[in-house]
Structures are given as C-alpha cells and as structure tokens.
C-alpha cells in the first residue's frame, strides 16, 4: 500500500499510481491501494461515479481539476472516515441524496467548487448526515428537484454543517434553495448549522427558504448576506 497515489486521465490502473507518469485512471483504483489517511492527487480532468470511500484520505489537485460525474454520484463516504477534497471541481453528478456527494461521515471541502449538480432527492450537491465542513469553496447551479426536495446545494440531515468564507448562487430547492437542515421532528440541538464570512445570491427555494429552511435544528449566520 502507498501514502499518495496519482490519477490521470491518461493513466491506467493496472500503473502502481506512484508517479505522474505512472498515474492511475481512476480514484476508486487508487483507494485500493492507498494507505489509510493517504493522499491522492487528481492531475487533470476525470470521469467517474461511484466511489465508494471507506478509508480517511485527502484528495486534491492543483488548480480545481475536474471530477466529471457522468451524472451520477460521485462520492459515497462511510460514516466513521474523515475525507479531504482540496482545490477540486465536481460538477455534472447525479443523485438520488445529494447530487455529488452522499456524505456519512467527516467531509472537508476546501477551495473547492460544486456545480450543475442534480438530486433527484434532496440536497442538490451533498447529502449530509454527519460533520460537513466547507471553506473558501463555490456552489452553484446545484438543484434538488423532487417535489418536496431539501437543500438545493446542501440538505443537512440531523448533521453538522459548518460554512467558511464561501459563495453560494443559482441553487434551487423546495425547501431552502441553498440548504435544507432538518432534525426530526422535535428541536435537535445536534443538527446544527454555521454560516460564517459567506455570500449568498439568487438561489430559489420553491415553497420557502430562499437561502436556508430550518427544520427543529439550529442555525447561525455571521457576516453573511
């Protein structure tokens, strides 16, 4: 097994992974063989779906390379692993709970961007049941269109979202046309949400909520408009 695996559009899985010029094609190969708590570094523009996270691992790239997910969902993180997304772009994914991202355990999105991102379900972008953490990254153009749908980028079940310095627009839901938070149906004061230093503009919550609903949880928002 390795600390740090390269992919490539260009590269192939049957390469260990080990250097740019022996990239592997796909990061669900590269987690295959990656230590725990590894790093895999995405070079350029990929396509993929279905990846299946049940390891702690930080995946970045340079320059927001693109993760395309052929419209469908591209990760599925386990509930008890800690995962990195650095300076990636996710766009054109397809989900049922959460259009990119079905998240069930500690997610930290950094300088990163999600957009044009589709739920069938709820939550446009992600689906969070567990630790969802998101610094100086864009979501837009995410959309959650089942009838009574949470969260057009983000809907927050019974987990904790914490939002730094980053910009949401152009997202739809029916409840909340950014996030859609609920925790049951009495007050749960472990289904939280915090917004801090972020921007929000022209995102559309059909029925109510044009930035946040907020179902029995809590919510902060600091320096934010």
């Known amino acids: 097994s390795h600390s740090l695996i390269y992919v490539s559009n260009t590269g192939s899985d049957d ?5 740019v010029e022996t990239a592997k094609k796909t990061i669900a190969k590269a987690l295959e063989t990656l230590d725990d ?9 990929i396509t993929e779906n279905g990846i299946i996270i049940n ?6 790239a340079s320059t927001n390379q693109i993760i395309d997910g052929n419209q469908g969902l591209i ?7 800690t995962v990195n997304l650095i300076n ?3 766009t054109n994914a397809k989900g049922s709970e959460g259009g990119a991202i079905l998240n069930n355990g500690t997610l930290n999105i950094i300088g990163s961007i999600l957009h044009d ?3 069938t379900s709820d939550g446009g972008a992600i689906y969070n049941t567990g630790n969802l953490t998101i610094n100086n990254s864009k979501l837009y153009n995410n959309n959650a269109t089942s009838s009574k749908a949470y969260g057009g980028a983000i809907c927050n079940d019974n987990g904790n979202v914490t939002v730094n310095g980053s910009e949401f627009y152009n997202n739809t839901g029916y409840y909340g046309g950014v996030i859609g938070s609920a925790g049951g149906n009495v007050y749960n004061p ?5 917004i801090n230093n972020s921007y929000f503009h022209n ?3 059909t029925k109510t909520g044009g930035v946040i609903y907020n179902n029995y949880a809590y919510v902060s928002m600091v320096n934010s408009n």
């Open 15 to 19: 390469n260990t992974g080990l250097t």
């Open 37 to 45: 708590e590894g790093t895999i570094i995405v070079l350029d523009t």
């Open 55 to 60: 390891k702690n691992v930080t995946i970045s």
């Open 75 to 81: 990760f599925n993180i386990a509930n008890s692993q």
């Open 88 to 90: 990636l772009t996710l």
């Open 117 to 119: 991102n589709l739920a």
């Open 190 to 194: 472990n289904c939280t949400v915090y």
């Open 203 to 205: 995102n559309n919550g």
